[in-house]
């Protein structure tokens, strides 16, 4: 198991208090998580996000597909302001929240309310390295990624384990990655995080991700 170290100083644990009591204040309105409770919030959100610190190359471009509440983009963003993050979501609500909360954290970002399938398609190969938390099965979820991703770059998926990763094979083969390594880690409260690295090796064809909601109807 990886140990959790993280730094941080007095400007971004404020900002995190900040951020975790307008989270909770909105919450209602925009429908934003199913945990209120400060101290798992603060676990399973805030740290838990900032896990995938570890995989994130200096100065690296960080999408994140899926962003819901901003996790774990903008943490990681707090923890690494070397990072340039862009936020993508479906629902235009999220995107909404994320905005506001940029402006209170004082945090520059780019959003983007649109389905990964669609926005792949117009951002291919534009980050150093895409992020998701949350969003689907792997072998989906790497559909809904690759594309986004540099060659060179990686894809890096917050799972609570290894165990999709055999699943994921054939939608590795067909869209240019290699599953590469893994760090696991124990939260305070006992629960499992693994983050997982998917290199893109080779450019993934021009067909992914598919359109029409087939990752999820017909996966990889």
């Given amino acids: 198991m990886n140990d959790i170290d993280f ?48 995989a994130i190359p200096q100065g690296a471009s960080v999408c994140d597909i899926g962003c819901g509440a901003g996790f774990p983009s903008l943490p990681l963003k707090l923890i690494r302001d070397d990072i340039s993050v862009t936020l993508v979501d479906s629902l235009g609500k999220r995107i909404e929240f994320c905005k506001m909360l940029c402006q209170k954290l004082s945090i520059t ?54 165990s999709e990763t055999d699943s994921a094979t054939n939608a590795c083969r067909l869209l240019g990655l290699n599953f590469e390594t893994h760090y696991d880690f124990v939260l305070p409260d006992g629960s499992k995080r693994a983050i997982l690295v998917y290199r893109k090796v080779s450019r993934t064809p021009a067909n992914y991700p598919r359109g029409q909601n087939k990752p999820r109807k017909q996966p990889l």
């Fill in 109 to 162: 970002a780019l959003f983007f309310h649109e389905r990964a399938e669609d926005f792949s398609k117009t951002h291919s190969e534009q980050f150093d390295v895409t992020v998701a938390r949350a969003v689907a099965p792997l072998n989906i979820l790497l559909e809904y990624t690759a594309q986004t991703v540099k060659i060179g770059g990686a894809v890096i998926a917050y799972k609570t384990d290894l």
């Fill in 7 to 54: 730094h941080i100083g007095r400007e971004v644990s404020d900002k995190l208090v900040l951020y975790r009591d307008f989270l909770l204040s909105e919450n209602e309105k925009y429908n934003l998580t199913a945990i209120t409770d400060k101290d798992e919030l603060w676990n399973k959100h805030f740290i838990d996000s900032m896990l995938g610190s570890v």
